[in-house]
């Protein structure tokens, strides 16, 4: 038995930016590589996984695609985590390569730390963090704080919590980094790109590259094998809790509920809506399957902000449940009746 740890890439970023994306096109391009996946999701629906598993690539059949469902992966590391890298490494024919898909309100920290329990330490190695960040929402100041708004909150009332909790999440994702996907450049304007990589090269530590990509399309040699060993470099990837001398953190700033609305009528109409509750409320994110009457193929729904995007996947299968389920991400503030109201018309 060969006694050379089996290699794992760690890619985070913030909702919507595009990591599923990227994975697809690694599983697409993987030149032989044995390739298990670990996907994460914040909430109780697996459309990452789905979407993965639906993919028709031979790199991505259902055994190595592994969900964790039960909460965010850096929460639940003795309890799922550990257990299922112990599931993968155990195999007679074992990955070559490991790739976890983090929720996109997880810290990369607690679990790039993982790798150092006794169970596997000797057995895994985090390769290398790859944060994916949308840099289209980034060139609009998406995730940057509005001082003027902050310092009328300080006014107004001074016992008030005053971080933004998406601003400290993305900061702590891309200080893990050891390569950042700037992603989807496609969308930018003239002077756009040089903005957002000088925001971007004041974030990250030294050395971490910036990759810029349209629709996650990178070399998989550019993006595996990158060497870092990142669990035993932590202390140089400290988050906004650590270096506060926290040793534990919460997602009480972000809520995640489901909206059913069984078959759907009209296409169109429901995209509208979709648009139209997006523009009226505080939503990160929005993804989910869709029923269109009459249509033998589901459609799959995913909105960031207010770009919405949609097309049907793969037909309904003999085993499916078939309805609209849609998952919606935000701040704890949304107002989830008005919201549900809303979608279901």
């Known amino acids: 038995m060969s006694t050379e740890k ?9 909702l919507g930016a595009g990591k599923t994306t990227l994975i697809r096109n690694m599983l697409e391009n993987a030149r032989g590589r044995r390739i298990a996946l670990v996907i994460n999701e914040f909430g109780d629906v697996g459309v990452d996984g789905e979407i993965l598993r ?16 039960n909460g965010c992966i850096c929460c639940t590391v003795a309890d799922d985590f550990v257990p299922t890298m112990k599931k993968l490494l155990d ?10 898909e983090t929720s996109g309100l997880a810290l990369p920290q607690p679990l790039v730390r993982a790798f150092n329990w006794p169970e596997i330490k000797s057995r895994v190695t985090v390769d290398g963090v ?10 609009e100041g998406r995730f940057a704080d509005d001082e003027e708004a902050v310092q009328a909150q300080r006014e107004a009332d001074p016992n008030l919590d005053h971080e933004n909790p998406i601003e400290e999440l993305f900061e702590d994702q891309l200080n893990c980094a050891d390569m950042v996907i700037v992603n989807k450049t496609d969308l930018l304007g003239e002077g756009e790109h040089d903005a957002v990589s000088a925001e971007l090269k004041q974030k990250v530590r030294a050395g971490t590259r910036l990759v810029p990509t349209r629709h996650g399309q990178i070399d998989i040699a550019a993006l595996l ?17 650590e270096m506060e001398g926290e040793e534990q953190h919460d997602h009480d700033d972000f809520v995640t509920f489901i909206v059913s609305l069984g078959e759907v009528a009209d296409k169109a109409t429901l995209l509208a809506r979709i648009e139209d509750t997006i523009a009226k409320h505080d939503i ?15 459609l799959l729904v995913q909105a960031v902000g207010p770009r919405l995007n949609s097309y049907f996947d793969r037909p309904w299968k003999a085993g ?12 704890k503030h949304m107002d989830r009746e008005a919201i549900a109201a809303m979608l279901r018309g």
């Open 6 to 14: 089996i290699p794992a890439t760690v890619v985070t970023g913030f």
């Open 320 to 331: 499916d449940r078939r309805g609209t389920e849609l998952v919606i991400i935000g701040e």
């Open 91 to 100: 195999r007679k024919d074992p990955p070559t390569h490991i790739v976890i």
């Open 225 to 241: 094998g990158v060497g870092a060993s990142a669990e035993d470099d932590l202390h140089n990837r400290l988050s906004h809790h």
């Open 284 to 298: 990160l994110r929005l993804k989910g399957f869709v029923d269109v009457k009459g249509s033998p193929a589901r």
């Open 130 to 139: 790859v944060t994916v960040v949308d840099a289209k929402a980034l060139a």
């Open 54 to 69: 639906s993919c028709g690539v031979e790199a991505c059949s259902e055994e190595d695609v592994i969900e964790l469902a």
